[in-house]
T-cell receptor
Framework: QKEVEQDPGPLSVPEGAIVSLNCTYS??????FMWYRQYSRKGPELLMY????GNKEDGRFTAQVDKSSKYISLFIRDSQPSDSATYLC???????????????FGQGTTLQVKP | DAGVIQSPRHEVTEMGQEVTLRCKPI?????LFWYRQTMMRGLELLIY????????DSGMPEDRFSAKMPNASFSTLKIQPSEPRDSAVYFC??????????????FGPGTRLLVL
């Protein structure tokens, strides 16, 4: 079993729809949770970063973490064709007063937003 | 800032040949990561360095793969001999130690490797 599970999709939605992307994980040592966005033929770029359980909002994007269920989500409101990309969840462990800096990525979900 | 620089951007080689991928991290970053991305396996961490020292190479698939970081501004990933199953996109990423944001990794554009 992989440490981080993510449905690869593809997911196709009409413009303006609300998109929900999800990841589950098995390692309770994960404390840092991120979402990276990767456009075709480009490197991933950090989109959202959360440290604790709860919600974090940034414009049309909301990241949600539920540590008790080992489940994280990314919501995109009013989706746009420019949001079409692959979204990867990533997690990092925490040891003592610092962390390793090492990220474990999900498989990535390919999203297409149709005009 | 130029971001993470990788070269070459594309590489086509024949099985058995040596392949060297190069990376220049963002100036001031003290962590450097090498990843491999395929459709089947997604993004896999191969090895990472902290202050030019290899910290974790458990993701390096076999002895055919080696990585070096001779100084803070340059790293190489070498495959010798290359095999068709090594075909993938190889990414280099860097980050810096500042508070809790060590996890913010900045990725390069990747090197697309095709081994025939």
């Amino acid at each position: 079993q992989k440490e981080v599970e993510q449905d690869p999709g593809p997911l196709s939605v009409p413009e303006g729809a609300i998109v929900s992307l999800n990841c589950t994980y098995s390692n309770s040592a994960f404390q840092y949770f991120m979402w990276y966005r990767q456009y075709s033929r480009k490197g991933p770029e950090l989109l959202m970063y959360t440290y604790s359980s709860g919600n974090k909002e940034d414009g049309r994007f909301t990241a949600q973490v539920d540590k008790s269920s080992k489940y994280i989500s990314l919501f995109i409101r009013d989706s746009q064709p420019s949001d079409s990309a692959t979204y990867l969840c990533a997690m990092s462990t925490y040891y003592g007063s610092s962390n390793t800096g090492k990220l474990i990525f999900g498989q990535g979900t390919t999203l297409q937003v149709k005009p | 800032d130029a971001g993470v620089i990788q070269s070459p951007r594309h590489e086509v080689t024949e099985m058995g040949q040596e392949v060297t991928l190069r990376c220049k991290p963002i100036s001031g970053h003290d962590y450097l990561f090498w990843y491999r991305q395929t459709m089947m396996r997604g993004l896999e961490l191969l090895i990472y360095f902290n202050n030019n020292v290899p910290i974790d190479d458990s993701g390096m698939p076999e002895d055919r793969f080696s990585a070096k970081m001779p100084n803070a501004s340059f790293s190489t990933l070498k495959i010798q001999p290359s095999e068709p199953r090594d075909s993938a996109v190889y990414f280099c990423a860097s980050s810096f130690t500042l508070g809790r944001r060590k996890e913010t990794q900045y990725f390069g554009p990747g090197t697309r490797l095709l081994v025939l």
